[in-house]
């Protein structure tokens, strides 16, 4: 099992932007995809974006395109989430997720370890 580990949530003007990271321990991370994922108050979690196990290839919901940008440094076993140009609708908590595979296909992969969670609000 992987532990993961998300930082660099907050509070943060609309407009703004913010870079989440998500630490990976315990298990090999780097020939694994991984995914970041986010819920917002009385809705349920969404998916945001996905990184196949080399950062070559990605993945994004059709809200996230050209906003958000997921990359993975492996000799830090660390994946981000850059976030620019936030609105208030994008006011969730994040989530890092991993699965065990390489990633394929990144619209199908099973998630199988989950972080705790990093609380982003973007105020208007």
């Known amino acids: 099992q992987v532990q993961l580990t998300e930082s660099g949530g907050g509070l943060v003007q609309a407009g703004g932007s913010l870079r989440l990271s998500c630490a990976a321990s315990?298990?090999?991370?780097?020939?694994?995809?991984m995914g970041w994922f986010r819920q917002a108050p009385g809705k349920e979690r969404e998916f945001v974006t996905a990184?196949?196990?080399?950062?070559?290839?990605?993945y994004y919901a059709d809200l996230m395109k050209g906003r958000f940008t997921i990359s993975r440094d492996n000799a830090k076993n660390t994946v981000y989430l850059q976030m620019n140009n936030l609105k208030p609708e994008d006011t969730a908590v994040y989530y890092c997720?991993?699965?065990?595979?390489?990633?394929?296909?990144?619209?199908?992969?099973?998630?199988?370890?989950w972080g705790q969670g990093t609380q982003v609000t973007v105020s208007s």
């Open positions: 997720a991993a699965t065990r595979d390489y990633g394929l296909d990144l619209r199908n992969l099973k998630y199988t370890s």
């Open positions: 990184i196949n196990w080399s950062g070559w290839t990605t």
């Open positions: 315990g298990r090999t991370f780097t020939n694994n995809a």
